[in-house]
C-alpha cells in the first residue's frame, strides 16, 4: 500500500498523495478499510440489550406490538427521511446496512422494511420492544411515525 501512495519513494506520504490514493479505491474496498469497530459488537449488543429493557420499564409508550404490518406502516411513513440515522440508532452497521440496500436497490421503503425486521428478528420477542424504536425514532426527529407506536 506504501509503495502505491509513495511514488517517488521518500519512506513518507503526504496528506495530498494519501487523499489521491484513497480517491482512486473502489469505493467496496474502502468502505472495508474504514469500518472498524473500538468496542467489540458483542459488548455493544449487550448493552443495547440491557438498556432497550430498562426503557421498556420507563413505560415509554408500547401499546402494540411490533407487527409486520406495523413496521411496513412506519416504513412508509419515514421512506422519504433520513433513515439510515435511525438504523445507527438501532446499532446496524455500515455492512449490514449496505446488505439491506443491496437487496432493494431502488425501493427506500422496502429498505427500511427490512432494516426494521432484521432489527426485530435479531433483538428477538424480549428486546424488540415498540418502546426502544418509538426513543430511537424520536431521537431522529420521525415523531409522526413514532406516534403509531403510542
Not at 500500500?1 to 496528506?15: A, F, R, S, V
Not at 473502489?26 to 459488548?43: D, G, S, T, Y
Not at 455500515?94 to 425486521?117: F, S, V, W
Request: charged share 25%.
Amino acid at each position: 500500500m506504501m509503495n502505491e501512495m509513495d511514488d517517488k519513494h521518500h519512506g513518507l506520504i503526504t496528506q495530498f498523495q494519501f487523499v489521491k490514493w484513497v480517491k482512486k479505491l473502489p469505493e467496496e474496498e474502502l468502505r472495508h478499510l474504514l469500518e472498524f469497530r473500538i468496542v467489540p459488537l458483542e459488548i455493544t449488543q449487550e448493552a443495547h440489550r440491557l438498556f432497550s429493557h430498562r426503557e421498556a420499564e420507563a413505560n415509554v409508550p408500547s401499546r402494540y406490538l411490533l407487527s409486520d404490518a406495523v413496521l411496513e406502516t412506519i416504513a412508509e411513513k419515514i421512506q422519504n427521511m433520513d433513515w439510515h440515522l435511525l438504523s445507527n440508532k438501532l446499532h446496524f452497521t455500515g455492512q449490514e446496512l449496505e446488505l439491506i440496500q443491496r437487496k432493494q436497490p431502488y425501493n427506500p421503503r422496502l429498505q427500511i422494511y427490512d432494516m426494521l425486521k432484521s432489527w426485530k428478528q435479531r433483538e428477538g420477542k424480549n428486546y424488540a420492544n415498540p418502546a426502544v424504536l418509538y426513543r430511537a425514532m424520536q431521537e431522529c426527529d420521525m415523531n409522526e411515525a413514532a406516534q403509531l407506536l403510542t
